[in-house]
């Protein structure tokens, strides 16, 4: 369902080109967990951007479910990416002036601007499967930072998302949080077949993935 060729990403900087992903083939079939570890620095989270839709390549493809992400136009992009993929960051990234339910329903209502009642009641719905249903109406400032990763769990799966990336997601928490942050993008994984691709430094979390790519150097390693 995910296919890289010859993956490459180079940022232009003050001191000339940096090489961070330099040629990376990757495959991942529909329904698997796979894991990316390697060092900070060695290009995982441009790999992602890549593969999420959110940072051009500098050479190679994307191919998600059939379709050559980077071939897409702006608006094609943006549709697919909104629709099929799931993205979930390393630290929150949830709108500040937005209750939990509104940032949950947001990837939801894009094109239209109608408080659509299926969405929210989807929005609520997800929200209450990861332990938050007293939460809809808080503010992101009025919970907990493992609070906060839930619900950008619950915004990320409310299109139901074919592919769910996942960069560090829990890097920033503590272990028992991590733990149970885990174990939720887990039970997406395996209860509703979603194709799960996740950086994580924690290698006992590694090792629970049907697939393991290291990375170093912006390569992948055996
Ligand atoms: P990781 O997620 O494994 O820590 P990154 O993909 O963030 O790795 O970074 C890989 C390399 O690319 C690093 O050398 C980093 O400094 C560089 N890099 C990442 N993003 C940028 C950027 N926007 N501009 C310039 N260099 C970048
Ligand atoms: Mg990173």
Redesign the pocket.
């Known amino acids: 369902m995910l296919s890289c060729r010859d993956l490459r990403?180079s940022?232009?900087?003050e001191r000339g080109a940096?090489?961070?992903?330099d040629g990376i083939d990757l495959d991942v079939e529909a329904g698997r967990f796979a894991a990316i570890i390697?060092?900070?620095?060695?290009?995982?989270?441009?790999?992602?951007?890549m593969i999420g839709g959110l940072s051009r390549p500098s050479g190679g493809t994307v191919t998600v479910d059939g379709t050559d992400l980077w071939s897409l136009g702006d608006d094609g992009l943006a549709g697919f990416r909104n629709g099929r993929i799931g993205f979930v960051f390393q630290f929150a990234s949830l709108l500040p002036t937005l209750r939990l339910v509104d940032n949950v329903a947001l990837p939801a209502m894009l094109g239209g601007t109608a408080v659509d009642a299926a969405i929210y009641g989807k929005a609520a719905t997800l929200l209450a499967r990861l332990g938050l249903g007293g939460h809809l109406d808080a503010y992101p400032s009025e919970v907990s930072a493992g609070e906060q990763r839930r619900a950008a769990i619950a915004r990320a799966l409310i299109n139901d998302p074919a592919l769910l990336l996942a960069?560090?997601p829990t890097s920033d928490l503590d272990e028992q949080t991590e733990i149970e942050i885990m174990d939720e993008l887990l039970a997406v994984n395996r209860e509703q077949g979603t194709t799960l691709l996740l950086?994580t430094h924690n290698l006992a979390l590694a090792e629970q993935a049907e697939q393991i790519v290291h990375?170093a150097g912006?390569r992948i390693v055996a």
Do not use: P, Q, W
């Open positions: 990403k940022y232009v900087t940096v090489t961070a992903v390697g060092r900070s620095g060695s290009g995982k989270s441009s790999l992602m951007a960069d560090e950086v990375i912006g």
